[in-house]
């Protein structure tokens, strides 16, 4: 079966870093997703990683194994807003987006 | 604006009762999609269309039916409404294959009692 797995919750403090871990056994790969959804929000794209390796934006950082079926996000300077559900999802073989439950991030003062 | 309009915001809708959710894109992306959203399961596809006139299931396509009479219209229906359908329903498009940049709705949130 298809299976992506995040850390359910996690808490961090403002102004600090937090690394979200995801990682996935899919039939198939072909990019994996990171989206960020605020409570009772739809989610909104932060980030696609296709190749290996780290891709920068701004404070979010996100980074691909494929070898190892592993990504982490990155987020930096965190700030109060960047309270969210952070969700990772993989694109299969059929070009379908398998998608994880998600990682409630808490920002603490 | 571009982007996705979702109809109801929300619903209480009693159980047995037929129930449409409406979706509707102005991005002309070729790809739509309907996921349900349940606490600690995250998002599950319903159905979806490649291009309008195709439709097929998703994970989780038992109790919903959808059609693709155009580009910019994707409806689910609900035949005959169940607790269990109890969620929060998001409609998706995307320009590509692979579902690169998946735009979303703002979401239906429904509640069947």
């Known amino acids: 079966g298809q299976n992506i797995d995040q850390p359910t919750e996690m808490t961090a403090t403002e102004g600090a870093i937090v690394q979200i871990n995801c990682t996935y056994q899919?039939?198939?790969?072909?990019?994996l997703f990171w989206y960020q959804q605020h409570a009772g929000e739809a989610p909104t794209f932060l980030s696609y990683?296709?190749l290996d390796g780290l891709e920068e934006k701004g404070r979010f950082s996100s980074f691909l194994s494929r070898s190892k079926g592993y990504s982490y996000l990155l987020l930096k300077e965190l700030q109060m807003k960047d309270s969210a559900s952070y969700l990772c999802a993989v694109v299969d073989s059929n070009y379908q987006l398998i998608w994880g439950a998600g990682t409630k991030l808490i920002i603490k003062p | 604006i571009a982007g996705i309009t979702q109809a109801p915001t929300s619903q209480i809708l009693a159980a047995g009762r037929r129930m449409t959710l409406r979706c509707t894109q102005d991005?002309?992306?070729?790809?739509m999609y309907w996921y349900r959203q349940d606490l600690g399961l995250g998002l599950r596809l319903i159905h979806y269309?490649?291009?309008?006139?195709?439709?097929g299931k998703g994970e989780v396509p038992d109790g919903y039916s959808v059609s693709r009479a155009n580009t910019d219209d994707f409806p689910l229906t609900l035949a005959s409404a169940v607790p269990s359908q109890t969620s929060v329903y998001f409609c998706?498009?995307?320009?590509?294959?692979?579902?690169?940049?998946?735009?979303f709705g703002s979401g239906t949130r429904l509640t069947v009692v």
């Open positions: 998706a498009s995307s320009d590509g294959q692979g579902g690169y940049g998946y735009t």
């Open positions: 991005m002309r992306h070729n790809a």
């Open positions: 899919t039939s198939g790969f072909n990019g």
């Open positions: 990683n296709v």
């Open positions: 269309s490649n291009t309008a006139g195709t439709t």
